[in-house]
């Protein structure tokens, strides 16, 4: 069984922080590159940020970097995105997604996605 669900969502100003976890049940978790893809009312699913098996790499969206960070800690099956300077555009469920992979690539297609987490940013 595999499973991903997202926590860590919920509503902040613009400025603030939040942290997404992502816990996995995949096995083994350090054979998947993981990523985090968000849809926000009326658009269509972006990337957001994504990190290597091994978290040497690291790839984020141009409208969040500076301003998002991934991390992952394999031996907890967990990966992370710390959110910082929320801006209101940044509202949307987040969802994380994992891929098989040696190494990454931002077009490789995602095997496995989470349920979602929301989060709102209030202007």
């Known amino acids: 069984q595999v499973q991903l669900v997202e926590s860590g969502g919920g509503l902040v100003q613009a400025g603030g922080s939040l942290r997404l976890s992502c816990a996995a049940s995949?096995?083994?978790?350090?054979?998947?590159?993981m990523g985090w893809f968000r849809q926000a009312p009326g658009k269509e699913r972006e990337f957001v940020a994504a990190?290597?098996?091994?978290?040497?790499?690291?790839d984020y969206a141009d409208s969040v970097k500076g301003r998002f960070t991934i991390s992952r800690d394999n031996a907890k099956r967990t990966v992370f995105l710390q959110m910082n300077s929320l801006k209101p555009e940044d509202t949307a469920v987040y969802y994380c997604?994992?891929?098989?992979?040696?190494?990454?690539?931002?077009?490789?297609?995602?095997?496995?996605w989470g349920q979602g987490t929301q989060v709102t940013v209030s202007s």
């Open positions: 990190i290597s098996w091994s978290g040497g790499t690291t």
């Open positions: 997604a994992a891929q098989t992979c040696t190494f990454y690539s931002r077009s490789r297609p995602y095997d496995y």
């Open positions: 995949v096995r083994p978790f350090s054979s998947y590159c």
